[in-house]
């Protein structure tokens, strides 16, 4: 199996989700769990940030994300998230995009998504992109838009010649936001060691350097970036403040369902806080 699907703890990844209906590899299930997934794991890049490396083998996700009650980015999300639909029964692929999300140059193959197919009939899964992702799967085909809660998504086909597909939400008042590209080419779990060691050691990847904690939400997008944080509302309002060292662990807490022990929040308030 590609994803290592008959290694995972199905069960206790059904309770971390709170998923208590049925498991069958159709539509109903997929769309039921993404949107169960994006609600109970949220984005973070903790890890990093308190100098440890981020494991992708399955044992380890399974520890974090699992049985610590912990987040993470998008390959150990997505990584997660395809092994639990391989091991239903599904028929899982894996893919790689370049964000963009206001980018003005082209970057690199960083981002993980998944191609899923359900009844002859390819779905665009991403569980690990942040506020700004996905809450359901999308149809895998140009030009399709769907309303997600109170938002709304669209896949645009930019380049039929060299199939590149662009995943948009919209934003009042500026229309149309783009937030990745990609392709169908598969992708490999080695692609994802290798995209993740840059993502996490390269001194020039904006996940080494602050806190980056992010969660999607049927009518409000919550982040945590640096010290910022920031509640996004479906008209394009945003609340934003500050959060000093003394309310961090209650803001993780609180917004993020993250509970950290004394000794890694004082290590995380160390290394933030005082630049250390």
């Known amino acids: 199996m590609t994803w290592n699907g008959e290694e995972l703890d199905i069960d206790a990844y059904l309770a971390r989700l709170g998923h208590t209906g049925k498991t069958e590899p159709d539509l109903e299930t997929l769309r039921t769990l ?12 903790l ?9 992708l083998d399955l044992p380890a996700l399974q520890d974090k994300l699992l049985r610590r009650q912990r987040g993470g980015y998008c390959y150990e999300q997505n990584l997660l998230f395809a092994a639990a639909l391989e091991r239903i029964g599904f028929h899982v692929v894996g893919l790689g995009a370049r964000v963009r999300a206001g980018a003005t140059s082209t970057r690199a193959v960083s981002h993980m998504l998944l ?28 030009d399709v838009e769907m309303r997600q809660g109170e938002w709304r998504f669209s896949l645009h086909e930019e380049d039929e010649d060299e199939g590149v597909l662009v995943l948009r939400t919209w934003q009042p008042g500026s229309g149309w936001f783009d937030l990745y590209a990609y392709t169908q080419e598969r992708r490999l779990p080695v692609d ?4 993740n060691h ?26 945590l970036v640096g010290d910022l944080l920031t509640l996004t509302h479906p008209d394009g ?11 961090l662990t209650d803001v993780l807490d609180r917004e993020f369902g993250i509970e950290l022990d004394a000794e890694d929040s004082a290590e995380l308030i160390r290394v933030h806080y005082a630049g250390a």
């Open 115 to 142: 191609k899923v197919e359900v009844d002859g009939e390819a779905w665009h899964c991403d569980t690990g992109f942040g506020a700004d992702g996905l809450l359901e799967p999308i149809p895998l085909r140009g």
């Open 198 to 223: 840059y993502t996490s050691t390269h001194p020039r990847s904006s996940f080494i350097r602050r806190p980056v904690l992010q969660k999607a939400g049927p009518e409000v997008r919550r982040r």
């Open 47 to 55: 890890e990093m940030m308190l100098g440890r490396p981020v494991p």
């Open 192 to 195: 994802y060691v290798v995209m």
């Open 237 to 247: 309002t945003t609340d934003e403040r500050s959060v000093p060292v003394g309310e």
């Open 34 to 45: 993404h949107r169960e997934h994006v609600a109970a794991i949220p984005f973070e890049n």
